[in-house]
């Protein structure tokens, strides 16, 4: 339960341990400050985020977890299911109207 973070948060070192099992299964793992640098959030419809690449450009989605917040997983647009699909461009389409 979200009380049972707040009585009792995770220290560093579980921290640390969460992110390292999070790399042996995903790979690749972003942290706040590192998706900032790494992805340009587009969307958000947890435990998703809609992103594009800095570097190549792509647009995906990556996983995260709340406590303590990773992200992980990112999966090309191209691979996406054609529900997940529908789910994030219905999303993005909404957000690019209100900008």
Known sequence: MAED???NPLDS???VKT???LEEQFGKIYNTTELKDA???IAFAAPY???IDRKTQEKG???FTHM???YFNFIKKELWNSLICRVFTLTSLKIKETK
């Open 39 to 41: 992805f340009e959030v």
């Open 68 to 70: 303590p917040r990773f």
């Open 13 to 15: 070192a579980e921290i």
């Open 19 to 21: 992110r390292a099992a």
């Open 61 to 63: 989605t990556l996983e």
């Open 5 to 7: 973070y707040i009585a």
């Open 49 to 51: 985020v809609v992103v």
